[in-house]
């Protein structure tokens, strides 16, 4: 028997520093319905960009991805997901230095628990320095600003694009071109 739509799409709640990197490429991975950039994990409710980036909020700049896994595996979305950043740096990726920019996943089950560490225990033979992701429930998950929203596609001449997310799509594209579209 066939399975409903609402069975076959997942959605991961992953923080791996600035979102606009994380959502540049989900947003070209096939099997991927939709990518929210947000804010989650903190204490304050409805928090501007402009409060997250001061670091007084606890919040996190994360990405929820939505995917079919009937077209993606869970893992790939995963393990992707330690390809896109470094998982050893606590609260910081490159030169985005803060809480805000901590790696973190969010799960909402206990099966997604799960899943989140045995991607860690996969991605920590990648890497030489122990993996620092924060594995947290999902607490309230607030929408960044529709600016923040697929920001590479609107502005992928933009400095921090051209240097910062350019080279990370080339590494998704090395490791998961069979998954990344144009």
């Known amino acids: 028997m066939p399975r409903s739509i609402e069975e076959v799409m997942r959605t991961f709640v992953l923080g791996g520093g600035?979102?606009?990197?994380?959502?540049?490429?989900?947003?070209?991975?096939?099997?991927?319905?939709?990518?929210?950039?947000?804010?989650?994990?903190?204490?304050?409710?409805?928090?501007?960009?402009?409060?997250?980036?001061?670091?007084?909020?606890?919040?996190?700049?994360?990405?929820?991805v939505t995917f079919d896994e009937t077209v993606v595996p869970e893992e790939v979305i995963l393990d992707m997901f330690f390809v896109l950043h470094d998982p050893t740096t606590l609260n910081r990726q490159g030169y985005d230095v803060g809480t805000q920019y901590r790696s973190s996943m969010f799960y909402e089950t206990t099966e997604e628990k799960i899943l989140f560490e045995?991607?860690?225990?996969?991605?920590?033979?990648?890497?030489?320095?122990?993996?620092?992701?924060?594995?947290?429930?999902?607490?309230?998950?607030?929408?960044?600003?529709?600016?923040?929203q697929n920001f590479y596609a609107k502005f992928p001449a933009q400095g921090y694009c051209q240097v910062i997310i350019n080279p990370k799509l080339a590494k998704a594209r090395k490791y998961y071109s069979a998954w990344l579209g144009a």
């Open 18 to 64: 600035c979102f606009w990197c994380l959502d540049a490429v989900y947003q070209k991975t096939r099997g991927v319905s939709a990518v929210v950039s947000g804010y989650t994990g903190g204490h304050v409710r409805n928090p501007d960009y402009y409060e997250v980036c001061s670091g007084t909020t606890g919040h996190a700049e994360v990405v929820a």
């Open 118 to 148: 045995e991607a860690i225990e996969r991605a920590q033979a990648l890497w030489s320095n122990p993996i620092v992701t924060e594995v947290s429930r999902l607490p309230d998950f607030f929408e960044a600003e529709e600016v923040h």
